[in-house]
């Protein structure tokens, strides 16, 4: 059973779209997170949501929003996409009180 | 601020040969600490955690890394390299804090692994 996944892997849209990512995790956790990993492979946190509450919003661009239906889902979605979106999407979830988090597969987007 | 250095963006050796994998942190107060592996169009994998006590943690595939607090430091090493074990990793850092603070992993910037026969 695959821990947290991802969907889609692989996303190939143009400028100007909008697109969302899902993200599922079926560990229990009540944290969830979103990462870019960009070009260089460097990764930051962009969101954190405990228990369905945003807990860490970082320096994105309004065009980033995540959802979080329930504590197993922390979906994304982007408008208007632009060039510099390019990049892989991380999940990870973990447990309030338990320092390691698990990541998925990622989601590698591709805007042309 | 926390941040995280990783020297040497690429690092090569023989199969066989010593892995040493560099971290440093800078932190108010000494964090939690990780390192993740990243293999090909994967996602990251758990190597090993230090959080509290013993200072020499042992991970997965024969990795381990040790805490040393006066050198702000926690290195990466595998006694014999494998073929497998070519892949990206990541050192990282965990906050402490609360609120925002809160479950925010610091990545270093990565090293690459190349593993020669």
């Known amino acids: 059973d695959t821990a947290v996944s991802q969907t889609p892997k692989y996303l190939v849209t143009q400028m100007g779209n909008d697109k969302s990512i899902k993200c599922e995790q079926n560990l229990g956790h009540d944290t969830m997170y979103w990462y870019k990993q960009d070009s260089k492979k460097f990764l930051k946190i962009m969101f954190s949501y405990n228990n369905k509450e945003l807990i860490i919003n970082e320096t994105v661009p309004n065009r980033f929003s995540p959802k979080s239906p329930d504590k197993a889902h922390l979906n994304l979605h982007i408008n208007s996409l632009e060039l510099g979106d390019s990049a892989v999407y991380f999940c990870?979830?973990?447990?309030?009180?338990?320092?390691?988090?698990?990541f998925g597969p990622g989601t590698r987007l591709t805007v042309l | 601020a926390q941040s995280v250095t990783q020297l040497g963006s690429h690092v090569s050796v023989s199969e066989g040969a010593l892995v040493l994998l560099r971290c440093n942190y800078s932190s108010s107060v000494p964090p939690y600490l990780f390192w993740y592996v990243q293999y090909p169009n994967q996602g990251l994998q758990l190597l090993l955690k230090?959080?509290?006590?013993?200072?020499l943690v042992k991970g997965i595939n024969g990795f381990e890394a040790e805490f040393k607090k006066s050198e702000t430091s926690f290195h990466l090493t595998k006694p014999s390299a494998h073929m497998s074990d070519a892949a990206e990793y990541f050192c990282a850092v965990r906050g402490k804090g609360r609120g925002s603070t809160l479950g925010r992993l610091y990545f270093g910037r990565g090293t690459q692994l190349t593993v020669w026969p």
């Open positions: 230090y959080t509290t006590g013993a200072t």
């Open positions: 990870a979830s973990s447990q309030e009180g338990v320092d390691t988090q698990y």
